[in-house]
C-alpha cells in the first residue's frame, strides 16, 4: 500500500515538473513569447537634420512671440520702422544664418531696452522716483549687453560686433536719446534740492551717473564689466534705502 502511494506522488511530482518545463513563461532561460498584437514597436529614431530643424522652428516661434509683445508695446513710440527692420532682418535669415539670429537677437533686447526706456522718458514722479525709474532702464541696458557678450563668447563670435551690433539698435530705436533725456530731467530736479537737506539723494544721483556710463559705454572684459555693474547696483541700492528714510523725513505723508 505504501509502495502504491508513493508511486503515486513520483508520478503527480513528475508531471508537474514537466508542465513547467513546457511552459516558456515559467522558464527563466526561455525568451519571452509575443503575438503580433503584443510585439514592442521600435521608436523612429529622429535624425539630426530633423531634430535641428524642430529647435530651429521652436526658436523662430519663440522670437516671433517676443517680438510681437515688444512690438505691440512699441506702437505708440514708433510705427513702421520697426518693423521693416525685423523684415531686413527675416530677409537674409537664409544667407547668413549667423549675422541673423545675432543680429535678431540684439534688436529684440534693444527693443525691450527702448520699452522701459520710453515708459520713463513719459512717467512723472518726483526725484527720487525718478532716480529709481532711471536705474531700472540703464540694469535693463546693462543686463542686454551682458546677455549679448556672453552669448557671443559662448558661440564663439565677435563680442566686439555683438555689442556695436546693440549700440546701433539702441540708437535706431532712440535709447540713447531717451537716457540723455531722462538723465536731464533727474538733474534739474536734484539742482533744486538742497544738498544740505538731501544729502543720500545726492550721493544716489551720483551712482545713477555711474550707471548710464556703465550701460551706454560698457568696457572691460566680460567679467569685469559684470562685476562693476554688480557692484555699482549694490551700492545704488544700499544709498535707495537711506534716501528713502530722508525722503520720508521731508515728506511725512510718503512715510505713512
Excluded at 523662430?60 to 518693423?83: S, V
Excluded at 544667407?95 to 520710453?118: P, Q
Excluded at 522716483?129 to 558661440?155: P, Q
Excluded at 556703465?214 to 572691460?220: H, K, V, Y
Aim: aromatic residues 10%.
Amino acid at each position: 500500500m505504501k509502495k502504491h502511494i508513493i508511486g503515486l506522488i513520483l508520478c503527480f511530482t513528475v508531471s508537474i515538473l514537466t508542465g513547467c518545463l513546457n511552459e516558456p513563461y515559467l522558464n527563466p532561460l526561455a525568451p519571452p513569447s509575443y503575438t503580433n498584437a503584443s510585439v514592442p514597436s521600435t521608436p523612429a529614431v529622429e535624425s539630426v537634420d530633423a531634430i535641428m530643424q524642430r529647435m530651429e522652428n521652436e526658436r523662430i516661434a519663440e522670437n516671433k512671440k517676443q517680438y510681437d509683445e515688444y512690438y505691440n508695446k512699441l506702437i505708440p513710440f514708433d510705427d513702421k520702422r520697426l518693423a521693416q527692420r525685423y523684415q531686413s532682418l527675416y530677409a537674409n535669415k537664409e544667407k547668413d544664418y549667423i549675422n541673423y539670429s545675432g543680429g535678431f537677437m540684439s534688436l529684440l533686447r534693444a527693443t525691450k531696452v527702448s520699452i522701459v526706456g520710453k515708459q520713463e522718458v513719459a512717467a512723472s514722479g518726483n526725484t527720487l522716483d525718478r532716480i529709481k525709474g532711471a536705474r531700472d532702464f540703464y540694469h535693463e541696458m546693462i543686463t542686454a549687453e551682458s546677455e549679448l557678450w556672453g552669448e557671443a563668447i559662448h558661440g564663439k563670435s565677435s563680442f566686439n560686433l555683438a555689442l556695436s551690433t546693440f549700440r546701433d539698435d539702441c540708437q535706431f530705436l532712440g535709447a540713447y536719446s531717451d537716457s540723455d533725456q531722462i538723465y536731464n530731467k533727474i538733474k534739474s530736479q536734484v539742482a533744486n534740492l538742497s544738498e544740505a537737506s538731501y544729502p543720500h539723494t545726492y550721493k544716489l544721483y551720483s551712482i545713477l551717473a555711474q550707471l548710464k556710463e556703465i550701460a551706454t559705454e560698457p568696457r572691460g572684459s566680460l567679467l569685469t564689466f559684470n562685476e562693476t555693474a554688480n557692484s555699482v547696483l549694490g551700492d545704488f541700492q544700499k544709498e535707495c534705502s537711506l534716501a528713502e528714510l530722508e525722503s520720508a523725513k521731508h515728506d511725512p505723508a510718503k512715510g505713512k
